[in-house]
């Protein structure tokens, strides 16, 4: 069994837990230590027991907490080695934390991270895939588009946090600034509910089950559209909802229970 709950998702800051009798761990630290604390204590989980924050990139909507939480519950971090020497420059970790660098798989308590490769305006960004107790889940936001080494590492996952950041049409005609919605569009950008509905249909063809649409864009997209884009792609592919199938939206701030596989 296994668990995953996104805890805050968005461009005001995203922090995903995962866990398994394997051990408890958390992706990014966006928000202040003070909210993953209540956040995390509302769904059963004292942060004292994880066993480490996997930091996607270094931006501030997913390490905006880490500096304070990591040191006040004595946690170890990892992230991309680039990331890694940006965050500790810039004192995003505190000296004395555990701060490890991790460019391969590895292993903690029997559960296997798998990092991969994602395209963002960053010193470096990648997803994890977290393979536990038999199940797998992961985590593949903030990318200008699916990269290759994602769709090889995705295949098969149980579980997908997949960024669907914005519609096209509603970026383009939104009162963004001309080179903003240039860098959102780039391929060094974010991913739109299009090409997020297209990968979509790869993962279910190779085995996942359940989609969480992630990292919304609250100016340029909404839950209802985002949904049905993607609900249009697999519909299309032939694939059936609740038979082949379970898609739900994160909100910026959950307040459901964890989900369980």
């Known amino acids: 069994m296994a668990k995953a709950c996104q805890l805050f998702s968005g461009s005001k800051g995203n922090s995903i ?9 958390l992706v990014d ?16 989980v004292e942060p004292d027991e994880l066993d480490g924050i996997f930091v996607t990139h270094e931006h501030t909507d997913h390490i905006g907490g880490l500096r304070v939480f990591s040191a006040k519950h ?17 004192g995003s970790i505190k000296d004395g934390v555990p701060l490890y660098k991790i460019d391969e798989n590895m292993e903690i308590g029997g559960a296997e991270i798998v990092p991969f490769v ?3 305006d960053s010193v470096a960004c990648v997803g994890y895939r977290f393979n536990m107790n038999g199940r797998s889940i992961a985590v593949c936001t903030d990318t200008g588009y699916v990269t290759d080494d994602a769709r090889e590492k995705l295949k098969g996952t149980d579980m997908v946090y997949l960024e669907s950041n914005h519609e096209v049409t509603m970026l383009e005609n939104g009162f963004y600034p001309y080179q903003l919605k240039q860098r959102i569009l ?12 297209e ?7 190779n085995g996942t089950t359940r989609l969480v649409l ?48």
């Open 186 to 197: 780039s391929a060094k950008g974010h991913l739109s509910n299009f090409a997020c509905g």
């Open 29 to 44: 630290a966006g928000v202040s230590a003070k909210r993953l604390d209540e956040k995390l204590r509302s769904i059963g």
């Open 199 to 205: 990968f979509a249909k790869e993962l279910v063809q």
């Open 74 to 90: 004595n946690l170890p971090v990892f992230a991309h080695k680039d990331v890694a020497e940006k965050i500790k420059a810039s």
């Open 17 to 25: 837990y995962i866990s398994s009798a394997c051990g408890k761990f």
């Open 118 to 120: 994602n395209s963002h």
């Open 214 to 261: 992630a990292h919304l864009s609250k100016e340029n997209n909404n839950p209802d559209v985002a949904r049905q884009a993607t609900l249009c792609a697999l519909s299309e592919a032939g694939f059936e909802q609740n038979k082949d199938f379970r898609l739900s939206v994160s909100d910026e701030e959950c307040f459901e229970r964890p989900i369980v596989l």
